[in-house]
């Protein structure tokens, strides 16, 4: 039962804006959507989190739809190192209900 | 800043041996995370610690998968008896505020 839906795989090319998509429909009030990323062979890193207000940090920028059922993670200028699997996870912050359900993902291959 | 640190990086070991991997998180994190990740099963939390004390080990497969934390800075994992369908590459991860987790390097361990 994924709460996240994410298209299995895009690409884009360098130095261009990667905008990935993930639907989460039947997100809670009290759910916030988190970002990481899987390089590979690598464990996964954590890149952005947000409630209902748009965020930015020095990695990507994360907008998320006002009726909070969609979101989209920036990746203002993709370089070919941002080739990796981002999994689009919703959680609550705190709590015992509060771990990560990583599904499939969307594979982001960055093409020079 | 040494990040989380695991041991060993590959293990190959026999079915029926006893397996334990090691895990150090980052220095002042308070929660610390055991997942599996395998290509059929994705990333799956099998266990997490807060303040030492396992909060929620509803992913640990089965008996065979035992985890302690005797302090704030150390924690293992241990299969016994192994067997060839825990081949899997195991993270820990660990972190302050529950969900921004920082994940080590992973350890692949094969079971023949």
Known sequence: DAKT??????????????????????????EYVYWYRQIHSQGPQYIIHGLKNN?????????????????????????LRD??????????????NSKLTFGKGITLSVRP | DAGVIQSPRHEVTEMGQE?????????GHNSLFWYRQTMMRGLELLIYFNNNVPIDDSGMPEDRFSAKMPNAS????????SEPRDSAVYFCASSVRYNEQFFGPGTRLTVL
Not at chain 1, 57 to 70: G, P, V, Y
Not at chain 1, 83 to 96: D, F
Not at chain 2, 75 to 81: A, E
Request: net charge neutral; aromatic share 4%.
């Open chain 1, 83 to 96: 080739t990796a699997v981002y999994y689009c996870i919703v959680s609550v912050l705190t709590g015992a």
């Open chain 2, 74 to 81: 150390f924690s293992t994992l241990k299969i016994q008896p």
């Open chain 1, 5 to 30: 839906t994410q298209p299995p795989s895009m690409d884009c090319a360098e130095g261009r804006a990667a905008n990935l998509p993930c639907n989460h429909s039947t997100i809670s009030g009290n």
């Open chain 2, 19 to 27: 397996v334990t991997l090691r895990c150090k998180p980052i220095s």
């Open chain 1, 55 to 79: 965020e930015t940090n020095e990695m990507a920028s994360l907008i998320i739809t006002e009726d909070r059922k969609s979101s989209t993670l920036i990746l203002p200028h993709a370089t």
